[in-house]
């Protein structure tokens, strides 16, 4: 049976070892799986084990076996989109910039705000700056 050391940083059998980089979370997870499901842990000691509960566990093998491996990477948490500034919102904020170039952003987020865009100052900044919608100024 195969098991990982976190001592060499390996994958370990009867006939040897294969080292595996500190990083790879991928192939860890992978171990504690083989060792739950093949090597007769169970779920909950393998769990134990690697530092995982029974819930992620049974988790981790659901995606495993909708995915492969490629399942067990992580992703970036957090949203996924920009919910907040959404392509409609984007557009009112450049139409008040281009309606009035000399309007402030705290009175462009303010009229946002007054039509029921949830929308904050420095949202309002942020849209400004990624079209260079910004006010020149004059330096002497």
């Known amino acids: 049976m195969i098991t990982f050391s976190r001592d060499q940083s390996a994958l370990v059998g009867e006939g040897g070892s294969l ?3 500190a990083a790879d979370v991928i192939t860890y997870k992978l171990a504690m799986l083989l060792e739950g499901e093949c090597g007769g842990l169970g779920p ?8 995982y ?6 988790q ?15 992703l970036p948490r957090g ?7 959404t392509d409609e919102l984007v557009r009112q904020v450049i139409r ?12 462009i987020a303010q009229k946002l705000q007054q039509a029921h865009y949830p929308i904050s100052i420095r949202s309002v900044e942020r849209v ?13």
């Not at 949203?79 to 500034?85: H, N, Q, S």
Request: proline content about 6%.
């Open 96 to 107: 008040y910039r281009f309606l009035d170039p000399d309007t402030s952003v705290a009175v």
């Open 19 to 21: 080292s595996v980089p």
């Open 60 to 74: 981790l093998r659901t995606l495993f076996l909708a995915q492969g491996a490629l399942g067990l990477q992580d």
């Open 79 to 85: 949203p996924k989109t920009d919910y907040r500034r």
């Open 44 to 51: 909950t000691a393998a769990a134990r084990k690697y530092d």
């Open 128 to 140: 400004i700056a990624d079209y260079g919608l910004q006010k020149k100024t004059l330096r002497p």
């Open 53 to 58: 509960t029974k819930q992620r566990y049974l």
